[in-house]
């Protein structure tokens, strides 16, 4: 069963000022069926939150950690939870 989930990832590195925020969203929706945001934080890092199928948030968190992401990323943490709802797609805050 491939329930609808919450992830929530802080992503550490030189992430911000590289155009990090655009190609996560642009991954988002190239993997589909995500719903969420990503966000500058003031300490440096990018926050990620994703809602859906569970195998497409998987999918995301792995692009953060291993893929072809712009600058460098040091580290991903996450919290996963249930959904919450309320996002109109994918969009950069």
Do not use: H, S
Request: proline share 3%; aromatic share 10%; glycine share 16%.
């Amino acid at each position: 069963m491939n329930e609808d989930v919450r992830v929530t990832a802080w992503v550490r590195g030189q992430v911000q000022g590289v155009g990090f925020r655009w190609f996560t969203r642009a991954n988002a929706l190239r993997i589909g069926e995500l719903a969420g945001f990503a966000v500058n934080l003031g300490d440096g890092r990018v926050q990620v939150v994703a809602e859906g199928p569970k195998d497409r948030c998987d999918a995301l968190l792995e692009w953060l950690r291993t893929g072809d992401t712009p600058g460098r990323v040091d580290g991903v943490a996450e919290i996963w939870a249930t959904p919450r709802g309320g996002y109109d797609g994918f969009e950069i805050r």
